[in-house]
């Protein structure tokens, strides 16, 4: 029987569940850069803009992007409170979780616009609550359109209830230097 050291990688016994893998998405950070785009495993995040990269000669990342989630809760006096989550959090189907994104300008000069697209991982679904306002939204993860999306049922035009989200983007535009901006988007577990 061959012995497993539980140390080595503190995951093990949590590395089969389905919701581990949304977490551990989040949580893990940037793992590759090509171009101008930055993505992660879940949520995946991409940054769009030629301007963002140094010259081809340095590998140095000239946006700084770190995706976090955290547990919605409330406190003992009713007001909600966020919750980090890590690989100790017990995620429930219902559970509220709030994924943001934090975008820091490490360029020489200011960006003039910024675009920033986070995917919605298949074991949460989207609700409405997201920041800033007035952004696009996706269904197949490919075309984006002003949010809310509305599509044409029995020759009426509905309103895409959020749940079937694939994916969010936001034009982020004037960030100075140094600045950080943040986006972010609330996810229901499965």
Known sequence: MKKINSLANPFTAWS????????????????????????????????????????????????????????????????ETLIPVDANTRLQAGNILEYQGYFTNNNADRVRKMTVTMSIPEQVEMIRVVAPEFPYGSV???????????????????????????????????VGLNDTVMVKYRAKVK
């Open 16 to 79: 089969g569940h389905r919701l581990f893998h949304v977490v551990a998405g989040t949580l893990i950070g940037v793992m590759a850069v090509t171009q101008a785009s930055a993505m992660l495993p879940t949520p995946e995040q991409t940054v769009d803009n030629p301007a963002m990269m140094q010259p081809s000669t340095s590998s140095v990342q000239a946006v700084n992007t770190t995706v976090t989630a955290a547990l919605v809760g409330v406190d003992a006096n009713g007001q």
């Open 140 to 174: 197949d993860g490919n075309t984006f359109a002003r949010m809310p999306l509305r599509s044409r049922v029995n020759n009426q035009l509905v309103e895409v209830a959020p749940k079937y989200y694939k994916a969010v983007r936001w034009d982020i535009e004037d």
